[in-house]
């Protein structure tokens, strides 16, 4: 089990935080990267939504391929944390483990750091470590 990379969204699909550990295959446009990753996801959500039987829709928690699997958390506020893993994570439940990132690491040094600005690339330390240190506490370290 391997986790290849983390990416934060902004709802307009702004790359807010890209970060990798062990992805075998590096890409050279790293914009173009994060613009697929996020059409994709963005595809699916709606996919989902139109088969959901609830008014509300519905996103998906994980996406998996025989190459990868991609778990996702969405926030009330729009942000979207992707983290591409392989596929022998499925059964992980990763989107607790993002909920967490979000409410541990997210809002207090990001959220309520006066020097982070909204919107912006994220490059707060406190956070950085965080997010490090938790996907080192996943089951495949």
Known sequence: MAVY??????RSGRLLCY???CRARRTHAGEDD?????????ALRNFCSKLS???LGGS???????TYALHHH???????FLLLTSPDFGGVDISRHLRDLYADAY???VVKNPLSVRGEVIRV???????DAYVRSLPCF
């Open 125 to 131: 330390p406190a956070f950085l470590g965080r997010l």
């Open 19 to 21: 970060r990798e550990w």
């Open 60 to 66: 998906p928690k994980y996406y998996i391929t025989e």
């Open 5 to 10: 990379c983390f990416y934060l969204f902004d």
């Open 74 to 80: 969405e926030t009330p506020t729009g942000l979207r």
């Open 107 to 109: 809002v207090p040094y």
């Open 53 to 55: 039987p609830s008014p």
């Open 34 to 42: 994060a613009k697929s990753m996020f059409g994709l996801l963005f």
